[in-house]
């Protein structure tokens, strides 16, 4: 596997605009004899949809929703992110970069990074031209708040509802274009395979989900925006149906997967409360500004909480990180939380949570004030837990939340397979080791609305494309491979139910095992141990998996089955990785390496790179590859937060 | 932790062709803690391992943000709590021994496909015909060159909320999908960016929802009552006004 970054020449402030000079084009008149299909609706495949249909590309559009505006960038909470410096608080593009490059513990492309802040002010620009709802000033000009990694306001926000009110400008340009008749617009619809001709993307088979029928898309290039693979550990604030499916099929086909190991645990969501439990919900990111996190001092002290006197309890976070206190980023949030409860200090009645406490900012600033922040969020842990927050701390504990690693892409955001492209938190690319808050919306919406035109203009404009119809024996050969799937996954329900297992309860066992050997802390012995007992898993899905009904129907347990067999086929690589990457950084910790203090350690010398995975063959280990990380313009350090 | 047991009356039906009825189910020992989705996937754990057909459902954040859940129980679309998609319900608010009745979003512009799944399409379709700026991507203006009062941009925020679940459609007795269309419609003509086409986009907007075959409005406030994001009904007076003066107008 060829592993060429094609990161431009130059300084690092001009390599974006030189790429984009040096790019091939299409002429306008030619852009509608090409057909893209873009698979997902989420910010960045509804903004790549619109974008390149008004440029005049034929645009197929597919979701696995009812409609596109429902994928899941819509309940994206705090906001995004831009290097405006409205606040004339000392921001720059060169801020911008550095705080997310550094974020991300040093482990992403510098060159990636640096364009993501250079757009971001355009995004915000587009989005107002939109009807974007922001919050404003009195005065009119458009409000920001801070959010963590940050020390100045560049948060653009819309309520507790920033990721909603931009995926529906996103959706309101798709809709214009669908109305124009530029985009061919498939909701419903589940991508199974992707199809290769030449060695190039040359279409998708997909299932209705309605009919069960399957059904073959042609084009000239195929764009992938089809998020991240939170969901492998069953319990997630994903949205239910996010999956890698898509991803895993391109994986399966030659394209690298990379970084998977780098997985995003939450510190602030609501707690698990019982085995039944489907999902888990973030509470967000700014809570941290004024409540306080505590435990008590004595392991298994149970009484209830106003009962625990101030002497008693162990303010943790400020203890040990006096200068940022509770504000401490996500990762370092996490693993003490984890460390509290592993001490026998977790409070509830699963011992697996801890406080967060409004009491003294209540005292100080009066209910109205806090609830005036913060009442939507009080609203929903009420509605959820039917506990107040203004009269009883918040229980909290971190949860999976989103994924940094994805498909391996080069600069253009195409993957190791010609044609085929990946965009949002499916790629890889511009969050290194660790997410900052407020920069997923940014990076979903930088790939879709500014980068992936001229990606697809340099892409087509220099690749001779022979035309395909789906008669050709590959479509016919990869539907065929489909089917064929389908029957397999439903060949062990025959003979009803009796001593089976339900989709559930094995996906719910691979998570357990993900989240007790690959969560926040992990470890050689856990690693390999995780590793070993996946195959059983594996096996027992196979053959003792229990799908009721047939393939050629709306059948529920069929689509969730098919999602989590690639789960489990894609939480081996994402322990390998974790295995393979003997430092801590971000959001990797590995126990052998931490500071004196049990910080995580990263190890440049030996692992400042990216891991990109290679299918090997069914039965065979991955193999890895690596993109080694240079830095010109900033110099790798160790974060600290004492 | 604290139980119920439960009986269930849930509306059956194969496809979108097929005659529907209801089946009775009975089920122990919920707990209260559990959100109302979550008790249906216990239901349909349950039918699975019996050998039989789970209920087909839509859903998918159950955060309350995506608008892809809702179903009518007890008669009220989403359930008897104000301001709460079907899965922020929880089973606190019911005692044991109740019986829940569980039906899809009826409508005539929402075609059942399957059990409580229905095709909300027509709902896209009204957006298509104008519920937009049309601007392209790029060459957009400096995002602070053109203020907008606070008042203003929270009020079309407060419009710009919905989350097009069809819970107002579901609950109108006339099947109206006006509380939709007069948030979108509010939240453009409220702001700046949404003037050059105010007049062709009410005129849209408002004709597409007549041919999808939803009806139309006579005060009943059912839609304002069961919206979960608490859209008042006064969007609905503003796309009148809307469509009555692009309609003198031209």
């Known amino acids: ?642 | 932790m604290k139980t119920i047991d439960l009986e269930l009356e849930i509306w059956r039906q194969k496809d979108t062709i097929t005659a529907g009825q209801f089946e009775n189910y009975t089920l122990k020992s919920i707990s209260t803690d559990m959100s109302f989705l979550e008790m249906l996937d216990v239901l349909n754990e349950k039918l699975t391992r019996e050998g039989k057909e789970p209920v087909a459902f839509d859903h998918d954040c159950r955060e309350g943000i995506c608008g892809t859940c809702g179903a009518v129980v007890n008669g009220i679309a989403h359930g008897p709590e104000p301001g709460t998609t079907l899965c922020q319900l929880h089973m606190r608010h019911f005692a044991s021994g109740d019986t829940l009745v569980i039906e899809p979003f009826r409508s005539r512009a929402f075609p059942v496909r399957k059990d409580l799944m229905v095709d909300r399409s027509a709902l896209d379709r009204i957006i298509q015909a104008g519920g937009y700026v049309s601007v392209n991507t790029g060459g957009t203006p400096d995002g602070n060159s053109t203020p907008i009062p606070s008042a203003t941009a929270e009020l079309a925020m407060d419009a710009a909320a919905c989350i097009g679940c069809g819970a107002c459609v579901a609950s109108c007795p006339n099947g109206a999908a006006m509380l939709f269309t007069g948030a979108k419609i509010s939240q453009l003509c409220l702001l700046p960016q949404g003037q050059p086409e105010r007049r062709e986009r009410a005129l849209a907007m408002v004709t597409t929802m007549d041919s999808e075959g939803f009806g139309n409005c006579t005060n009943e406030r059912e839609c304002e009552a069961v919206c979960p994001k608490g859209i008042s009904i006064s969007n609905i007076a503003r796309m009148n006004r809307e469509f009555v003066k692009a309609s003198f107008l031209g």
């Open chain 1, 1 to 642: 596997m060829e592993l060429n970054s094609r990161v431009p020449t130059g300084p690092l402030a001009e390599k974006w605009d030189n790429h984009c000079f040096a790019s091939k084009l299409v002429n306008p008149a030619n852009r509608r004899k090409f057909k893209i299909i873009v698979v997902g609706t989420g910010l960045a495949g509804a903004s790549a949809s619109a974008t390149l249909a008004e440029q005049g590309y034929q645009v197929t559009s597919i979701c696995i929703q009812d409609s596109p505006r429902r994928a899941h960038s819509i309940a994206a909470q705090g906001g995004i992110n831009a290097a405006k410096n409205y606040q004339n608080d000392g921001d720059s593009i060169h801020r911008l970069f550095y705080d997310t490059i550094k974020g991300g513990d040093f482990r992403s492309r510098e060159a990636n990074v640096y364009r993501l802040a250079q757009v971001s002010n355009n995004i915000i620009d587009q989005c107002v031209a939109q009807g974007v709802p922001f919050a404003r000033e009195y005065g009119g000009t458009l409000a920001n708040r801070s959010f963590g990694g940050a020390q100045v306001s560049r948060t653009f926000y819309a309520r507790g509802q920033t990721g909603q009110q931009l995926l529906l400008g996103a959706y309101s340009a798709l809709s214009r274009q669908i109305k124009s008749g530029k985009i061919t617009m498939l909701p419903r619809k589940e991508m199974m395979e992707l199809v290769l001709i030449d060695g190039r993307a040359r279409g998708i088979i997909s299932r209705d989900i309605i009919s069960g029928k399957l059904e073959t898309l042609t084009a000239d290039a195929v764009i992938l925006a089809t998020g991240g693979y939170g969901n492998a550990y069953f319990l997630s604030t994903n949205a239910m149906a996010s999956n890698v499916t898509a991803a895993w099929r391109a994986h399966k086909l030659g394209a690298g997967f990379a970084n998977p190991c780098y997985v995003q645990i939450h510190p602030t969501c609501i707690p698990v409360h019982g085995d039944y439990q489907s999902k888990l919900t973030l509470m967000s990111e700014s809570l941290r500004n004024d409540g306080r996190v505590w435990v008590p001092k004595t392991p298994g002290d149970k009484r209830r909480p106003a009962s625990i006197p101030e002497a008693e309890r162990d303010y943790y976070l400020e203890n040990k990180y006096p200068s940022f206190g509770n504000l401490v980023p996500r990762d370092v949030a996490s693993r003490n939380a984890k460390e509290q409860c592993d001490a026998g200090k977790g409070v509830g009645s699963t011992s697996l949570a801890v406080y967060l406490d409004f009491a003294e900012a209540i005292r100080r600033d009066g209910e109205a004030n806090i609830l005036k922040k913060y009442g939507n969020l009080f609203q929903m842990y009420e509605k959820i837990t039917d506990s107040n927050p203004l009269h009883e701390p918040m229980m909290i504990y971190p949860a999976v939340h989103y994924t940094m690693g994805g498909l391996w892409v080069d600069y253009n955001l195409m993957t190791t397979i010609p044609g085929l492209f990946a965009i949002g938190e499916c790629n890889f690319s511009d969050h290194g080791a660790n997410r900052l808050g407020a920069s997923a919306l940014m990076q979903g919406l930088a790939d879709g609305y500014f980068i992936i035109a001229n990606s697809i203009a340099g892409y087509l404009g220099s690749s001779d494309l022979k035309s395909v119809n789906t008669d050709h024996p590959q479509f016919l050969e990869s539907q065929k491979k489909v089917h064929d799937r389908i029957l397999k996954l439903l060949r062990s329900s025959e003979g009803g139910p009796e001593g089976k297992f339900t989709v559930d309860e094995i996906h719910k066992e691979l998570g357990l095992l993900l989240w007790d050997h690959c969560g926040m802390a992990r470890n050689k012995e856990g690693l390999e141990k995780a590793l070993a007992a996946l195959p059983a898993i594996q096996e027992k899905f196979w053959k003792k998996v229990y799908i009721p009904g047939s393939g050629n129907e709306l059948n529920q347990s069929l689509e969730r089955a098919g999602r989590v067999a690639d789960f489990l086929e894609f939480a081996e690589i994402l322990i390998h990785d974790a295995l393979a990457r003997e430092e801590s950084c971000g959001c990797h910790l590995r126990e052998e390496s931490q500071t004196e203090e049990h910080e995580a350690k990263r190890d440049d010398a030996n692992y400042s790179y990216v891991s990109v995975w290679e299918h090997q063959g069914e039965g065979k280990q991955p193999q890895l590859h690596k993109e080694p990380l240079t830095f010109t313009e900033v110099t790798p350090s160790q974060r600290s937060y004492k």
